[in-house]
């Protein structure tokens, strides 16, 4: 009887520790995140318990799994499977996640607050991690291209990274009007980490990342105000945060060609269409995607196959710089269109848009800020086309989700 208690007890600390290992190590190296994605799977089919698959309602829970399931059969039935794995196993987790996670943490044993804060931590960490690297490369070391777009980000593209920290400023902002139960994070540095982390997310220079900014703190700036619980000593430090924001702002000439470019949205293109702009190129696969779209809008093109019609058609029209770069539509709702048609798109659709109404509707509003962060930055990125946007989707979408599930259906 001990034996088995102590089985138990172990069991459970080494499925807690992985799961809360994944959001730590999430925006940090990714391959240090792979590894642990095979051990944690390998520790949930050991330990798993297999009888929640027998539970009608757990099959409602594992809906999440069509994001990869419908991707799968089409390439079945297209006969690609051999061709296009690789797009397959790039989105696996959006499929093992959500049976891993059903199995190994049943009802509702998911420590949330743990998840969030090791979140918290494992992007302060890679922040940190970030600037000093910054700071001795440019200021030690004299190597002038630490501060560009892409060099300041060591883990991640900066669009996918800022994406991370937005959640998390969003988080604390959220934790101090209306705590988070069992979440403890110190109030008096709150501010100090918002601000942090809203600098680095200026100086990473993605513009989605900027606007997501921008919205969060307007949004929780504003439910502060109103519900009064924003001293004069808190507004006097905003105020002064403005001061090295604005002039970093005005003396980096990074940020300044980027804000350059969305206020005058003066772009760069000669007579070969070699569109060099990041905001034409959007501009350039949106409307490219669509004039695909429409032709075969009802079923799409398929996984993998998609990228290679987008490619003839950039060809065709002559964007030369878009074929070279393999571009793909750099909007997920439009790249789902492109893969799965209309069907797809109904699926993504219900589990940002639907799932947003119904977790405001239920008050689960840490749900709600995590997809409206992804809504935004599904509006930008294909962000279910990388490791760096699929394993954060699929982990958080899918514990959101089966909480917002469990409350909703299984409360007792």
Known sequence: MTNSIVKYFNKIRVLNFLLLMIPFLLPLEKTTVRFLMVIFSIACLIYGDYSQLKV??????????????????????????????????????????????????????????????????????????????????????????????????????????????????????????????????????????????????????????????????????????????????????????????????????????????????????????????????RKKTWSTSLKLVKEKWITGYGTGLSKKVLQEQYKKDGYDYMYKKNYNSHNQYLQVLLDHGIFGFLILAFFTFGMLYASLKQKDFIYALFLAIMILNFMTESVLETQSGVIFFAFFNTVFFFQWFNKKYLAT
């Open 56 to 281: 009608k309602k757990n099959w409602i829970k594992l809906s999440i799994i069509s994001l990869w399931l419908l991707p799968f059969i089409q390439l079945l039935l297209l006969n690609k499977i051999d061709e296009y794995l690789g797009n397959l196993i790039t989105k696996i987790t959006l499929f093992i996640l959500p049976i891993l996670i059903l199995i190994g943490y049943p009802s509702n044993k998911i420590n949330l607050a743990g998840i969030l804060k090791f979140f918290i931590y494992g992007s302060l960490t890679s922040t940190l991690f970030c600037v000093i690297n910054l700071t001795v490369s440019y200021f030690l070391l004299n190597e002038l291209n630490a501060i560009k777009y892409t060099s300041i980000s060591l883990f991640h593209h900066p669009g996918y990274f800022t994406m991370y920290l937005n959640f998390v400023v969003g988080l604390i902002y959220l934790n101090n009007l209306k705590p988070i139960k069992d979440l403890k994070l110190p109030k008096n540095s709150s501010f100090i980490i918002i601000s942090f982390l809203s600098f680095f997310i200026l100086i990473a220079s993605s513009r989605t990342g900027w606007i997501t900014n921008i919205l969060v703190h307007l949004f929780f700036i504003s439910c502060i105000f109103y519900s009064k619980k924003i001293s004069k000593k808190t507004l006097i430090y905003f105020l002064v945060l403005m001061i090295p924001f604005s002039k970093v702002i005005y003396t980096n000439e990074t940020i300044q060609n980027r804000f350059r470019e969305i206020i005058t949205n003066t772009f760069e293109k000669d007579e070969k269409k070699k569109v060099r702009s990041s905001t034409l190129v």
